[in-house]
C-alpha cells in the first residue's frame, strides 16, 4: 500500500447492524484508525479524542471508522460505553489489516503475539491515501490527525 495511490474496496460488518464499504463513503475524506483492543486502555483514550474533536472533523467532511479484530457484539459495548458517534468496524479475519499492513509481532507479558499496530490512515474524497501514522502513541496524535484532515 502506497501513499497517493487508491486503496481497494473493501467491505466490513459495522455497529449499528449495517456494512461499511468504502466506495459508498466516497466524496467524503476519511479517517480509519485502526487499534489492538475494545476497552483497554490506550484504545479507550484513543477512541475518547476523535470523539471529543469529532465535530471538527465532520466540519472538514471527514468521516472516521475505528477498526480491530473484535467482534461486532464486542465494538457495540464498547462505542456504547464510551458514546463514540461513529462507528466501529469488525475485521474478525484480518483482510483489512492485511490490506493495511497493521498486523506485527508484539510483546505481551514476555510472549511473542500477533497483534494490531496501532495506525491511522487519511483517505481523500477519491479514496486516495493521502497520510499514514503506525506504531502510534496516542498522545497528541489526534490533534495531528485534525490539523493533516484540514490541509486535504
Known amino acids: 500500500m502506497m501513499l497517493n495511490q487508491?486503496?481497494?474496496d473493501f467491505k466490513l460488518?459495522?455497529?449499528g447492524?449495517?456494512?461499511?464499504?468504502?466506495?459508498?463513503?466516497?466524496?467524503?475524506n476519511i479517517v480509519i484508525y485502526f487499534y489492538p483492543k475494545d476497552d483497554t486502555p490506550g484504545c479507550t483514550t484513543e477512541g475518547q479524542q476523535f470523539r471529543d474533536n469529532?465535530?471538527?472533523?465532520?466540519?472538514?467532511n471527514c468521516i472516521i471508522v475505528g477498526i480491530s479484530r473484535d467482534t461486532v457484539a464486542s465494538h457495540e459495548k464498547f462505542k456504547e460505553k464510551m458514546a463514540?458517534?461513529?462507528?466501529l468496524l469488525s475485521d474478525t479475519d484480518e483482510t483489512v489489516c492485511n490490506l493495511f499492513g497493521?498486523?506485527?509481532?508484539?510483546n505481551m507479558y514476555g510472549k511473542q503475539v500477533r497483534g494490531i499496530d496501532r495506525?491511522?490512515?487519511?483517505?481523500?474524497?477519491d479514496g486516495v491515501l493521502r497520510?499514514?501514522?503506525?506504531s502510534v502513541k496516542v498522545p497528541g496524535h489526534v490533534d495531528e490527525v485534525l490539523d493533516f484532515v484540514k490541509t486535504l
Open 17 to 28: 447492524d449495517k456494512t461499511f464499504i468504502l466506495s459508498a463513503v466516497k466524496g467524503s
Open 13 to 15: 460488518p459495522s455497529t
Open 54 to 60: 469529532y465535530q471538527a472533523f465532520q466540519n472538514h
Open 119 to 125: 495506525s491511522t490512515f487519511v483517505l481523500d474524497t
Open 131 to 134: 497520510c499514514e501514522w503506525r
Open 102 to 106: 497493521v498486523i506485527k509481532m508484539k
Open 84 to 87: 463514540f458517534p461513529f462507528d
Open 6 to 8: 487508491p486503496i481497494a
